[in-house]
Structures are given as structure tokens and as C-alpha cells.
T-cell receptor, first 113, second 111 residues
Framework: NAGVTQTPKFQVLKTGQSMTLQCAQD?????MSWYRQDPGMGLRLIHY???????DQGEVPNGYNVSRSTTEDFPLRLLSAAPSQTSVYFC????????????FGQGTRLTVV | DAKTTQPPSMDCAEGRAANLPCNHS???????VYWYRQIHSQGPQYIIH???NNETNEMASLIITEDRKSSTLILPHATLRDTAVYYC????????????FGKGTKLSVKP
């Protein structure tokens, strides 16, 4: 049971480059979300989805796009990377209709130079 | 969502119980108390949740006061591997998809 899988684990980008952080879950969870964590800080919500075809903004959505075409996948796109987006990114999934905690991936460490 | 207040840091001796408090005085009747922890650089890990009764699982116990305005997470025999930041979050059922994390409590377990 893989849970929540994030790829890549590490990435270095140049300012202005674009890339997609991948997130997949195999638990058939309705909810998926993306967080970023800067050094010494707590997690901040970027975007989330309550099901396929539905996405919404979190606390810090600027500079990021998401889409949810399937239940399993929730990619996060950086259209034009900036040094301020250097961070560790976590993806999470959770079920909608029962009381349960969220499951987090192991993170993608992104550096923008 | 109800706001939570946690102490920024706590120490605990290895092998002793770690008691982590959380205040949530504005909690609504349908909101659950959830606890997560984040060990250095790893993704957060769900620990336990409760509504009004005390709960126990293989990781921890959760004690919720009768008025539900505060709770305590108990790690009965803390080990060095329990050193982490612990987050208390109050949410309604089925709403773990858009969590708002506070600063949590940094628990340091010392030998």
C-alpha cells in the first residue's frame, strides 16, 4: 500500500523555469491538498481539491496552478519559478465521508536559483 | 474553524510521559480535535482524534475536558524518536482536505 507518493524528492530550478510536482494516492480519497513549508515555519495550504474536477485556493495560492482530472492524481504546477518558491512541498489526501486523519507524502524539496 | 493555542516548546525525559496541552475554547459541537506530528523534515503524521470522549490508540491517548475547551495529548513512554513538532487542529468531520496548521509545540525528548 503506497499511500501518498510525491515525485520528485529533490529539484533545482532556475528562475523563470516551469515544472510540475507530482502527487498520487492509491486510497481512493476524495480530498487532496498541497502545502509548502519554509525553513523554521509551519505548513501553509496552497491549493486543495474536494474531488475530481474541483479545486480551490488555500492560504498562499499565487504562483501555483493545480488541476484534478482523476481521483488519484493532483499535480502542482509552477509556471515561472521564483526564488521565493524555494521550499519543501507536501501533498496530502484524506477521505470525505468518515472521521480520519490526513495522509501526507514525504515531500519535495525545491530550490529555485 | 476553532482556533487552537499550544505552548511553543516542551521538554520531556526519555521514558516518562509527555503531556502536550491544547486550548480550543471556541470549539463547536460538531468539531473534532485532531493531533498530528512532524518529525524533522518528514511529512506530518496523523496521531489521533476525538470528539468528546477520551481516546487511545497504539501511539497516544487523547484526553478532552468535559467542556471540550481544552485537550491533552499523552505519549505514555516518550522515546527519542518522539522528538517532533506536534500540531493540534480542530475541524468538523471529513474536512481534513484543507488543514490550517498553527505553529504547534516542539517536543524535545531528552535522554
Amino acid at each position: 500500500n503506497a499511500g501518498v507518493t510525491q515525485t520528485p524528492k529533490f529539484q533545482v530550478l532556475k528562475t523563470g523555469q516551469s515544472m510540475t510536482l507530482q502527487c498520487a494516492q492509491d486510497m481512493n480519497h476524495e480530498y487532496m491538498s498541497w502545502y509548502r513549508q519554509d525553513p523554521g515555519m509551519g505548513l501553509r495550504l496552497i491549493h486543495y481539491s474536494v474531488g475530481a474536477g474541483i479545486t480551490d485556493q488555500g492560504e498562499v495560492p499565487n504562483g501555483y496552478n493545480v488541476s484534478r482530472s482523476t481521483t488519484e492524481d493532483f499535480p502542482l504546477r509552477l509556471l515561472s519559478a521564483a526564488p521565493s518558491q524555494t521550499s519543501v512541498y507536501f501533498c496530502a489526501s484524506s477521505p470525505r465521508d468518515r472521521v480520519s486523519g490526513a495522509f501526507f507524502g514525504q515531500g519535495t524539496r525545491l530550490t529555485v536559483v | 474553524d476553532a482556533k487552537t493555542t499550544q505552548p511553543p516548546s516542551m521538554d520531556c525525559a526519555e521514558g516518562r510521559a509527555a503531556n502536550l496541552p491544547c486550548n480550543h475554547s471556541t470549539i463547536s459541537g460538531n468539531e473534532y480535535v485532531y493531533w498530528y506530528r512532524q518529525i524533522h523534515s518528514q511529512g506530518p503524521q496523523y496521531i489521533i482524534h476525538g470528539l468528546k470522549n477520551n481516546e487511545t490508540n497504539e501511539m497516544a491517548s487523547l484526553i478532552i475536558t468535559e467542556d471540550r475547551k481544552s485537550s491533552t495529548l499523552i505519549l505514555p513512554h516518550a522515546t527519542l524518536r518522539d522528538t517532533a513538532v506536534y500540531y493540534c487542529i480542530v475541524r468538523v468531520q471529513g474536512s481534513q482536505g484543507n488543514l490550517i496548521f498553527g505553529k504547534g509545540t516542539k517536543l524535545s525528548v531528552k535522554p
